[in-house]
């Protein structure tokens, strides 16, 4: 059996730790800038709140319904998602995880994966204080069903629910409907519904597999022999590494210079090259890009550059030095930049990797200085240690008005105690 565990509207729960006088009170998280909302409380639904909606429509709620906005706390919610992570990988025989809020564990060879759930249950609701709602099912894609009924029916299921029992996973089937399933989304449940009448998982469960993958492709067909029960998504630990890795960022006002704009881009080198590293790569190629805003009324400029680094690295000097050179040349006077961002790819392992016999050396020493730079800045906060162009501050920054404290990752934000 698989298990999906899922953090219950992550965001807020973890606003809402260090706040639990806030957790009947109606709570968004808005994205970045605080532009849109990306998380909602049950008691937001019931206001009308909706996903992906501006904040400044909310301001009836706000000022009239007790309506609560927090910008978003990235540095809090990947914390505390470390820990719900480790607490998996103790408590389950194998756990991938699969967002900064969800994980599947593998249950094979458990006797009893509802009472394993219920424990899992308590225990991460024990240790982090956050509430979580786990689907089983034989595959991946009836556990995330799963899941989601639990959650839907959690006064019944108290967020737990096993689909082991046949009868019950037909009972399910025909209940969600096909836009309820994981992968099909709202375009695909029309064309399935307009083309072969189907409607509800149960249906396209029973569709005939393969002219689901010759009518659409056979990621639908794969979904369909899941429901069915046949496993078709690997875990595999090594997939799990990313291809690419995207550091980019709306800006909190527009910059109209280059220097600035060169603050912004060491700012996302450095994140990249640090994730990078974590999961043991070295990249081949850099992207940089800046553009303004399609919604200004201004001057309409976007440019990105392309270079093959003469070496792979995960040196954060040397992918700073390259990104930069990019800049330079894409960069023009006049236009207001409201974005910009770097992308790492074509990615190698240390084993198996062959050097250039015609390109530079790389730099002595490195992996050990950027070792250490990791380490430091892993236990005393992010940005401790970092390069000289990278400054951390200014206009670049993102707008985050409604900021709580980084409560996990910094000394000086940790909540206090009055006895």
């Known amino acids: 059996m698989i298990g999906l565990v899922d953090i219950n509207a992550f965001y807020c729960s973890a606003e809402t730790l260090f706040k639990p006088w806030?957790?009947?009170?109606?709570i968004v998280v808005a994205s970045s800038n605080d532009?849109?909302?990306?998380?909602?409380n049950d008691q937001a639904k019931e206001l009308g709140v909706v996903m992906s909606q501006p904040v400044f429509e909310l301001r009836e709620m706000i000022e009239r319904k007790g309506l609560i906005v927090f910008s978003s706390n990235y540095e809090l919610y990947q914390?505390?998602?470390n820990r719900f992570m480790a607490i998996l990988t103790e408590l389950a025989p194998v756990a991938h995880g699969y967002s900064i809020d969800e994980a599947f564990c593998i249950l094979d060879g458990v006797p009893d994966p509802e009472a394993w759930a219920r424990h899992a249950q308590s225990e991460i609701l024990r240790r982090i204080g956050l509430?979580?709602?786990?689907?089983?099912?034989?595959?991946?894609?009836?556990?995330?069903l799963a899941s989601w009924a639990a959650k839907k029916?959690?006064?019944?299921?108290?967020?737990?629910l096993d689909l082991s029992d046949p009868a019950r996973q037909e009972k399910l089937l025909r209940y969600a409907k096909a836009s309820d399933v994981w992968g099909i989304g709202p375009r695909l449940s029309e064309r399935l519904s307009s083309e072969l009448g189907v409607q509800t998982a149960w249906q396209l469960a029973s569709a005939d597999p393969k002219a689901l993958r010759r009518q659409y492709n056979v990621n639908v067909e794969r979904t369909a022999r899941e429901l069915l029960g046949i496993r078709c998504v690997a875990f595999d630990v090594d997939a799990a590494k990313r291809q690419t890795i995207i550091c980019s960022r709306s800006f909190g006002t527009r910059i109209t210079s280059l220097p600035i704009l060169k603050e912004a881009v060491a700012g996302f080198v450095t994140n990249a090259a640090q994730k990078l590293r974590s999961q043991g790569s070295f990249a081949n190629c850099i992207q940089v890009f800046a553009r303004t805003s399609p919604f200004a009324s201004g001057l309409q400029y976007g440019a990105s550059r392309i270079i093959s680094l003469p070496f792979p690295t995960h040196d954060t000097r040397d992918l700073l030095q390259v990104a930069l050179a990019g800049l330079v040349d894409l960069y023009r006077d006049g236009p207001e930049y409201a974005k910009a961002g770097i992308v790492l790819s074509q990615f190698e392992q240390r084993v198996g990797m062959t050097n250039d016999l015609f390109a530079p050396p790389p730099r002595k020493n490195s992996d050990a200085l950027m070792a250490v730079v990791d380490l430091i800045n892993a236990k005393q906060g992010r940005g401790t240690v970092r390069l000289g162009r990278d400054t951390n501050v200014g206009q670049?920054?993102?707008?985050?008005?409604?900021?709580s404290p980084a409560y996990t990752t910094s000394w000086h934000a940790l909540p206090n105690v009055r006895c």
């Open 131 to 144: 509430p979580v709602g786990i689907g089983i099912g034989p595959t991946a894609t009836l556990s995330k």
């Open 35 to 40: 532009g849109a909302v990306v998380s909602r």
């Open 396 to 403: 670049w920054k993102m707008r985050r008005d409604h900021l």
């Open 22 to 26: 806030l957790r009947d009170r109606p």
């Open 79 to 81: 914390s505390l998602s």
């Open 153 to 160: 029916f959690k006064a019944r299921t108290g967020c737990v």
